[in-house]
Every structure is written in structure tokens, then in C-alpha cells.
């Protein structure tokens, strides 16, 4: 994932699939889920033509 992407991933509506493919809202309602209702955090590694990773970190009760 490109360092511009990444800096807008989380952006309601963004995507990178061509219109018509998808509404962009999947990282955002994510993140919202895990930091808003879940108190946690959400990160993500990514090197370009290697892969990204994505870290969920949830606060035990």
C-alpha cells in the first residue's frame, strides 16, 4: 500500500476499486468500531509490492 493511500484509508468513502466496485466504508465503519465502541486501536504496517498488515488492539475489560 502506497504512503498516500494509507494516509487515506480510513476516510469514509475512499477505495481504490473502480466505481461502481465497493463504497469505500469498510476501514472507516472498522476503525470506528474498535477505537469508538471498543476503546482500542487500530494500526497498520504496509510496505509497497510486499503487503500490509493490520493490528487490532483491544483493552481487556
Known amino acids: 500500500m502506497t504512503p498516500e493511500v494509507q494516509a487515506q484509508m480510513l476516510n469514509p468513502f475512499f477505495t481504490t476499486k473502480p466505481v461502481g466496485k465497493g ?3 469498510g476501514m472507516s465503519i472498522s476503525y470506528q468500531i ?28
Open 23 to 25: 463504497t469505500g466504508m
Open 34 to 61: 474498535i477505537t469508538e465502541k471498543h476503546r482500542g486501536q487500530l494500526n497498520c504496517i504496509s510496505t509497497p509490492q510486499q503487503g500490509t498488515e493490520f493490528i487490532i488492539q483491544i483493552p481487556q475489560l
